[in-house]
């Protein structure tokens, strides 16, 4: 499921429908009055004869739901293998954009499931209230639950749906000994309509909003986990009033080329989906613009490995100066090194702060690659960076030692391989602390970014030990990434037990005669068979 | 504590009579009943540790679940077609003597694992879960038990239905022939003919001191060869000694279908997980299997963890010879051992021919002359 639908959710070079010549309708409302006849068209022939039109253009449940374009493509996918509706591939993406954009989500609705439209890896579930964690959260990140707006009614069609579809799911673990559908069809519906209306302010007023245009220079800035910062500009192109065509020119910090480009489709006037290849692997990419169009920002992933790739922020070349990042976040005393300011605007000298020197090399549109000195005195902490009459916090540290580490992330899921699902890799990085004494004598620690440790797991507990967990889960390499051993009953272990493994992720780093080590906790566990675009 | 997963499982049904059916002077021998995915049913002789008869259900759609004999050990009726349909086969030819496909116009019917032949062998009792499907929405129905007569051939319709109540497990017929239990949230009784509520005895809200709320997941309902059904059920014991937090506890659940008597027995801290337990014919022990074949003592009112020894893999069902001097266990993968009671040595393994999984297929022990 999870391809199919994306080859329907982005703009790959799959795409079939571009309705060109409605550029100008755009700006009057959410999707041009042409697109919108098509989808309308689309909606009565298809889906009418179930979903009876009870008024013009209003369709019964269709009508009464807003979901995010994932939402809506799970819906088209499961309408297309349960009950034996059949779309053209053209239909298909003409029917996807006209609900996403007409019974779709403001800005705001999306942001406590962003997470899980961008496929962020072991992010934890989210907080609701009431009993949903339990309710719900048992099979869902309830990212699905918070992406989706309808009335109490529907909300309650949803949940006969559920039981009628998975009857078991009253029996599984955490809903057998409460009484899951007695709560579930009494209390829910209304409590979840309170959190989660279908009319909302804030989507009356984003439906009437013109589509801000995305074309033009962009300065790019990004964090791989594993392989690290990544800097550089994008030139987006407008293809149709939904569709654009992107080229990426990137670098990583030591300055090695990160190239790629992409094709996306814009959702609901914000929500970017794009395929593309990044660094010459297939990615797709789920970024979010801002409302005035100055800022798009998100996650791309590798196609086929969602829990490998990078967060994205992209800024307008024009603008109010800023910087954006500076890569690398930290300087060792002592150094000289590369430093790259990323942003916009970055006119006259730089100055990192007493005990540096900073050589301006070269100026790029996505900023400026200096040659720094830091001195074996200078002091540690944050630096303010002055670049000309600009000046960020934050952004760069100064250290002489590193501290302590903390391995992100601190707890982390990784799936066993096997038969046609690919594993579920891990990957790991370890960040970089320094204390600093600060007033009153209070110190600190200062955030000093990725580090190079030394990578190796260990056994969680004695059980873990006893099994031989670190033999069979699978193996951890030299950039963090974890990658699991094949599934299936393993004649070799106890119970001829599956490859699972329960571990400690190990980060060391040494410098000369001392040590500092950090853990995190790594759970191998089974194959998802189940891989829905919204968990 | 929880089960980890949903583990589906199999259902009972009863044997002839119970442990002491053996009429003297007749001999008699045990087989093995179970099933495995796609669509096979094994008769297997635990003596010489072959499988005498592999029939193929027609129409299982890659799903073989709950396997219930009947009295005679004739007949073994399967859950099969994703819980849409209960096949009936004959033991000795294979055919199809029995099919309820079950539906109702507009609506979709799930038995819920739950389900067993009467005494006298004439009529089966289902638990489904109804949904009515309407054009362009679901509506969840009130549960029900359907009657079947098992004289109703390839397209039986149900005989009587009654209300049930949601979420119930496993429905195991009385021995008296005139009332059958339902386990669920409660411990219900209903009159086979009417379907009135006899009697409710808690399950899910136990009164027993120091233990707290339990968790049970029976869908392995094997009566033979006492008549007794058994089941784990975890929970954790609290009060004075005991850390705070508590203890995880596993106790044992019995119902004896004679007589209607429940009981619970604690038989000792959760160690290892048992998905099925058997009662020994002598009621002398009890034998739970998962990961390991767990013995437990029956010691009047102290039964316990008496010993315990791994296996190979993962086995979700359990079941003993009539004599008690076998354990066999299978479910799962496509393999059934038989351990020695007494000494708990393997002695022997069935390999299944043909067999995808056996997943929730109940292991079934019937006697024939």
Known sequence: MHWRVWSLISGGVAAVAVLLGTVGAAHAAMMPPAAARAGLAVVQAHCSACHRETAPGHFARISEERKSPEGWAMTIFRMENVHGVRLTQKQLRTILRYLSDVQGLAPSETRAGRFALERRPNHPILKLPYNLPVMCGRCH?????????????????????????????????????????????????????????????????????????????????????????????????????????????????????????????????????????????????????????????????????????????????????????????????????????????????????????????????????????????????????????????????????????????????????????????????????????????????????????????????????????????????????????????????????????????????????TAVVAKAHLIVTVQRWIKPPIY | MNLKFLVPVALAGLLAGCGSVLSPGHASHDFIVTGAAPDHLFVINPRTRKVVSDFTIPDAHDYVSVIVPSPNGKVAYVLVNRTRSIAGINLRTGKEVFRANLESPGERLTCMYAFDVTPDGKELIVYVYRTRLEIDQYKVQAPRFLIFSTAGGLHAKPLREFPAPRRVQMVLAKKDGRS???????????????????????????????????????????????????????????????????????????????????????????????????????????????????????????????????????????NISPNGKDVYVGGTMCDVIIYDARTMREKGDVRLPGCDDQATATLRVIERR
């Open chain 2, 180 to 318: 059958f239990f339902a386990i669920g949230f409660n411990l219900y009784e209903y009159d086979l003919k009417t379907g009135r509520l006899i009697k409710r005895r808690g399950i899910l809200d136990w009164h027993r001191p120091h233990h707290l709320r339990p968790d049970m997941l029976a869908f392995w309902p094997v009566t033979e060869p006492t008549g007794i059904f058994s089941s784990p059920v975890y929970s954790t014991l609290t009060g004075p000694g005991t850390p705070s937090g508590g203890v995880p506890e596993t106790s044992l659940l019995t119902l004896n279908l004679h007589n209607g008597h429940l009981a619970y027995h604690d038989i000792g801290r959760t160690d290892a997980l048992i998905f099925s337990t058997v009662i020994g014919p002598q009621r002398k022990w009890a034998y739970g299997a998962y990961t390991q074949l767990t013995k437990i003592k029956l010691d009047g009112a102290h039964w316990r963890v008496a010993d315990r020894v791994n296996l190979p893999h993962t086995y979700y069902s359990v």
């Open chain 1, 141 to 513: 990140s309830l990212a699905r639950v918070a992406l989706t707006r309808q009335p109490a009614s529907e909300w309650r069609k949803l949940i006969n749906f559920h039981v009628g579809q998975f009857p078991f799911l009253e029996y599984q673990d955490g809903s057998r000994d409460i009484r899951w559908w007695k709560i579930a069809s009494t209390q829910l519906p209304a409590k979840l309509a309170k959190l989660f209306p279908l009319h909302s302010a804030a989507w009356r007023q984003w439906r009437n909003r013109p589509r801000a245009d995305l074309a033009g220079v962009w300065i790019v800035h990004g964090d791989m986990p594993g392989r690290g910062d990544y800097y550089g500009t994008a030139l987006i192109r407008r293809r149709s009033w939904d569709r654009y065509r992107a080229r990426y020119v990137l670098h990583y910090a030591n300055g090695a080329a990160f190239n790629g480009s992409s094709d996306a489709i814009i959702y609901t006037g914000f929500q970017w989906r794009g395929t593309g290849t990044l660094g010459g692997k297939p990615v797709h990419e789920v970024y979010f613009a801002a409302a005035n169009g100055s800022r798009i920002r998100g996650r791309w992933f590798l196609a086929g490995h969602s829990e490998i790739g990078g967060d994205w922020d992209a800024a307008r070349t024009t603008g109010a100066p800023k910087v954006m990042a500076v890569i690398p976040s930290a300087l060792e005393v002592g150094t000289r090194q590369r430093l790259i300011l990323v942003g916009r605007g970055l006119r006259g000298g730089v100055d990192l702060g007493p005990g540096t020197k900073a050589r301006i090399l070269v100026r790029r549109p996505y900023g400026l690659i200096l040659s720094v000195r830091v001195n074996a005195h200078a002091a540690p902490g944050y630096r303010t960076v002055r670049v000309g009459g600009v000046r960020s916090r934050d952004l760069l540290a100064v250290y002489r030692r590193v501290d302590h580490l903390e391995v992100e992330p601190a707890f982390a899921i990784a799936r066993l391989g096997g038969g046609t699902l690919a594993p579920v890799d891990a990957q790991f990085q370890a960040i970089g602390y320094t204390n600093v004494l600060g007033a009153h004598g209070r110190v600190s620690a200062v955030r000093l970014g990725a580090m190079p440790v030394t990578w190796s797991v260990a056994p969680f507990n004695a059980e873990a030990a006893k099994r031989g967990d670190v033999r069979f889960a699978g193996t951890l390499r030299q950039d963090g990434l974890f990658v699991p051993a094949e599934g299936g009953p393993d004649s070799k272990r106890q119970f001829s037990a599956d490859n699972t493994g329960d571990l400690y992720v190990v980060a060391t780093r040494r410098t000369g005669k």
